[in-house]
Nanobody, 132 residues
Framework: QVHVVESGGGFVQPGGSLRLSCAASVRTFNRYAVGWFRQAPGKERDAIVPEVVAAISSNGDRSTYADSVKGRFTISRDDAKNTVYLQLNSLKPEDTAVYYC????????????????????WGQGTQVTVSS
């Protein structure tokens, strides 16, 4: 059983920053590609397709971002800690959402995945609220 736990969410004013963490209980974390998704307020994750925010390959060499967050968010991974991070800078009110982390064994190497249905393991999410 794989457990995925997100942390680091909170309340921040526009222009502020947060760092989200995603920790997974797997023995071979470096074999998993990881994605961050988000769901707007009032929408359950399964009720509507969550929006991919960022994704990173299992070897960490490749990553991708949604156009809406390019230049503001950064995804990174520390395999020694079984953790992937999402640095959120220059936050906007429209970034308000529940942020979910997901893992997939997929293809190892420099492949990342942006489809929510490509991921096998999900966390419970962490709330990010951006408001003045």
């Amino acid at each position: 059983q794989v457990h995925v736990v997100e942390s680091g969410g909170g309340f921040v004013q526009p222009g502020g920053s947060l760092r989200l963490s995603c920790a997974a209980s797997v023995r071979t974390f470096n074999r998993y590609a990881v994605g961050w998704f988000r769901q707007a307020p009032g929408k359950e994750r399964d009720a509507i397709v969550p929006e991919v925010v960022a994704a990173i390959s299992s070897n960490g060499d490749r990553s991708t971002y949604a156009d809406s967050v390019k230049g503001r968010f950064t995804i990174s991974r520390d395999d020694a800690k079984n953790t992937v991070y999402l640095q959120l800078n220059s936050l906007k009110p429209e970034d308000t959402a529940v942020y979910y982390c997901a893992l997939t064994p997929g293809r190892t190497g420099d492949y990342y995945y942006t489809g929510w249905n490509e991921y096998d393991y999900w966390g419970q999410g962490t709330q990010v609220t951006v408001s003045s």
